[in-house]
């Protein structure tokens, strides 16, 4: 047996994962943690909680792998300096901010307080795309597929195509720096006011709300090649070889400048961020959703001509763009998905640590990933606890009595929040800490977002679906267990589901099966039962922050929040007997 502490340090979606003998037993982002979204720096809390949670200690572990490798690609890295050498400094800064992952061991020392003599691991280093290929082969049922990874950068490679056998992952292509499909989307979100790291997704939901009024301009700034893609660089500032990508003293993501005077001189001025958005600007986000997907079609039907197979496994930050992944069944030859849940970086280090294990120790223990509940569990005496020290009143409910009254309440029009069982690994809360809603009530979105989330109108919430019903109300029916799939909702549902329905008629769907989580299942077939709708509408448990991840930040969310009901494990407390 070998214990393998997988991280991601100094890069954003600072996390660990711990697996056994090849398999994952804890996973956890150090933002849920410090409370500090998309932190990069080094995931001291996480790593001590991985440890404590599991009964270890720093003793017991054999390998710490890392899903950064600075010594990859690095033939293309000098060639593109020596062509580039303004950027020569730069790339020194980034090398030797990036050495402090070369010695682990000074790194756990310095930040966890162990001793140094019972530091008896090795240390992997593995490369970034080659981490998050891992992250998604290595949990499906699958000994044979496609890999595909789409992000910004990593390791100066923005995109990697896999042929996946085995215990093997065997590299067919790479697309390099700066030829980057995930940079043209934060160029252009940046552009029009969304310029902080992780507001793609917020551009996502503008897109239909636009016109591809802009189609010849796309075309004109990506194209497609036979290698990949190639970006137009008068769009763009020259790249360096952070991709525009800083961290700041305090762990957080720094973005910098990423468009062209050329944008201007197109386009007007850019929108500043919290102004009014403009037609201009719905319709810039309609056309980079729209090339987006010609791109990202295109790379997946050139990863399948690269490696042939029905089954494709994807990982990387582009993989979380759902309303493609919805739209691929369509537009290439793959027929089944297995997509990474935490596809974004926090993802490396759950992929990192699954590589060690299968690909280099060959321990031949393969892990298939049924539901995304790799994070802590609390005691109900830990919940009792905190309600008391806040005076929140509660009654504490048999299983039965929890889904009725929960259901009984969310069918009177209230927000509730349900706080159960292991967190949640990667950026979706999937029904273990989630605020829900009646998914059929036409004021619904706007109450969510005025009492609670304080998100832009346009912003779609999620449904999440008995997974047997989900081809009655769907127009698709492959699985979406981790909410990375939008697809159509059929004409009979759209306005029994007008709270969850976005403006094109679709719907970022969780489907949720009782043998994956028994609890959320029956609450949702409760309220099937008592309205003859088997969706709930789903968001994350948060406030403009990370999703809570502690009974306490739970607590203090219900409380500061126009929130109605909190349903903290078994703990049973509504907003008006407190």
């Not at 003998?21 to 996480?46: C, D, H, Q, T």
């Not at 530091?119 to 496609?146: C, G, K, M």
């Not at 790291?197 to 990506?222: C, H, N, Q, S, W």
Request: aromatic letters at 8%; charged letters at 25%.
């Amino acid at each position: 047996m070998s214990i393998v502490l997988g991280i991601n340090a100094f890069h954003a979606g600072a996390a660990t994962a711990l697996v056994i003998n090849g398999e994952p037993v804890v996973a956890i982002a150090e933002e849920r943690l410090n409370r500090v979204k998309y932190y990069a720096g080094f995931p001291a809390l996480s790593i001590q909680r991985c440890i404590e949670y599991a009964g270890l200690t720093f003793s017991d572990i054999d390998a710490v792998a890392i899903g950064r490798d600075k010594s990859a690609n690095r033939v293309r890295k000098l060639a593109y300096a020596t062509q580039h050498p303004s950027k020569l400094l730069n790339f020194a800064k980034l090398r030797s901010a990036r050495s402090a992952l070369d010695d682990i061991k000074s790194q756990i020392v310095d930040h966890c307080g162990a001793n140094r003599d019972q530091l008896r691991f090795e240390q992997y280093n593995v490369e970034h795309h080659i981490a998050h290929t891992a992250s998604a082969y290595f949990i499906s049922p699958w000994e044979q597929a496609t890999g595909l990874t789409v992000d910004g950068s990593g390791d100066f490679a923005t995109c990697l195509m896999t042929e996946c056998v085995g215990a093997e992952i065997q590299i067919k292509r790479r697309i390099y720096v700066p030829q980057s499909l995930g940079s043209l989307y934060t160029m252009v979100c940046e552009f029009i006011g969304y310029d902080r790291y992780g507001d793609e997704g917020k551009v996502m939901g503008l897109a239909p709300l636009g016109e591809d009024a802009y189609r010849e301009t796309f075309v004109d700034m990506i194209e497609t090649t036979s290698g990949g893609l190639r970006l137009n660089p008068k769009y763009f500032l020259p790249f360096g070889s952070n991709q525009g990508i800083s961290i700041a003293d305090d762990g957080t993501m720094k973005l910098a400048r990423h468009y062209s005077d050329e944008m201007v001189k197109r386009f007007g001025a850019p929108r500043r961020r919290g102004a009014e958005i403009a037609r201009r600007d719905e319709n810039l986000a309609c056309g980079l959703q729209a090339r987006f997907e010609d791109i990202y079609m295109h790379l997946l039907r050139l990863a399948h001509h690269n490696a042939p197979n029905d089954r494709v496994c994807l990982a990387g930050g582009c993989v979380l763009n759902s309303v493609a992944n919805g739209k691929l069944f369509d537009e290439t030859p793959f027929r089944e998905t297995v997509i990474q849940p935490a596809a974004g970086d926090d993802g490396l280090a759950l992929g990192a640590a699954l590589y060690v294990s299968n690909s280099i120790k060959k321990e031949g223990r393969r892990w298939v990933m049924s539901n995304a509940f790799l994070g802590p569990e609390y005691s109900h005496e830990t919940m009792k606890r905190v309600l008391k020290a806040r005076g929140i009143a509660y009654r504490k409910l048999n299983r039965d009595d929890l889904l009725n009254e929960t259901v009984e309440e969310i069918e009177r029009g209230c927000v509730v929040g349900w706080f159960q069982g292991r967190s949640e690994w990667g950026p979706r809360a999937l029904g273990n800490r989630s605020i829900l809603a009646h998914p059929g009530l036409p004021d619904m979105k706007d109450a969510l977002n005025a009492r609670i989330k304080h998100r832009e109108a346009f912003r779609p919430f999620a449904p999440s679906v008995l997974a047997e019903r989900q081809s009655e109300i769907f127009e698709r029916e492959h699985p979406s267990p981790f909410m990375l799939h939008v697809y159509k909702i059929r004409s009979p549902w759209r306005e029994r589901l007008c709270a969850v329905n976005h403006v094109d008629d679709t719907g970022r769907l969780q489907s949720v099966s009782r043998e994956d989580n028994p609890l959320y299942y029956d609450l949702i077939r409760t309220f099937e039962t008592r309205t003859g709708i088997p969706v709930v509408l789903n968001t994350s448990f948060n406030e403009n922050e990370p999703i809570v991840e502690h009974p306490a930040e739970a607590a203090d969310c219900f409380i500061r929040t126009k929130m109605d009901v909190l349903a903290l494990g078994p703990f049973f407390c509504r907003k008006d007997d407190s």
